[in-house]
């Protein structure tokens, strides 16, 4: 049972969150690193417990990113068109004409062999990027993966990694 009090600094501690800026998370991060000893893969961890998780190994060559990750949402969380949309911040009727463009593409349920890497769902609420810009960056950024390797796990082409990469940075500066 959470303690009034333990809940206040909870709240505190988010609202002081989200009045930083994307330049003073990064500052925190650095200092939890050098001085805690908090690497970038424990809050990952404490992120999969906070929040929901894609697995990468759901993208395949028939379906677009966005489509793997509805259908994916929709049949093996057994999630809403509503709470899907919520989720990605977009709208109902985009999950449904995306998850429907899907299911004619691939009838079958998405099998997946988990290879542990996992995408979190927040980074797609921004509607500024793509969902392949996300997670291409998502993937260079925060886990240092080379292009190639990006390409492999989404089943795409090194030069639209490439490509999709540099677009992202682009618009995320505008």
């Known amino acids: 049972m959470i303690s009034k009090n333990s809940k206040a600094k909870e709240d505190d501690f988010n609202r002081f969150i989200e009045r930083l800026s994307k330049q003073e998370l990064a500052e925190l991060l650095e200092k939890l690193q050098t001085q805690r000893k908090i690497s970038l893969a424990d809050v990952e961890q404490l992120t999969k417990e906070q929040g929901l998780m894609i697995p990468c190994a759901i993208f395949t060559k028939k379906l677009s990113t966005f489509e793997s990750i509805c259908k994916y949402l929709k049949e093996s969380r057994g999630l809403t068109y509503h709470q899907i949309a919520v989720l990605l911040k977009r709208d109902d009727r985009t999950i449904w004409t995306v998850y429907n463009n899907a299911t ?5 349920k998405i099998i997946f062999k988990d290879n542990g890497l996992q995408i979190p769902i927040n980074i797609f609420q921004d509607r500024r990027l793509s969902i392949l810009e996300h997670i291409v960056r998502y993937l260079k950024d925060y886990h ?4 190639n390797a990006i390409a492999e796990l989404l089943k795409r082409d090194d030069r639209t990694i490439w490509t999709v990469y540099n677009r992202g940075i682009k618009k995320a500066k505008q």
């Open 104 to 108: 004619k593409k691939e009838k079958r």
């Open 144 to 147: 240092g993966m080379r292009y």
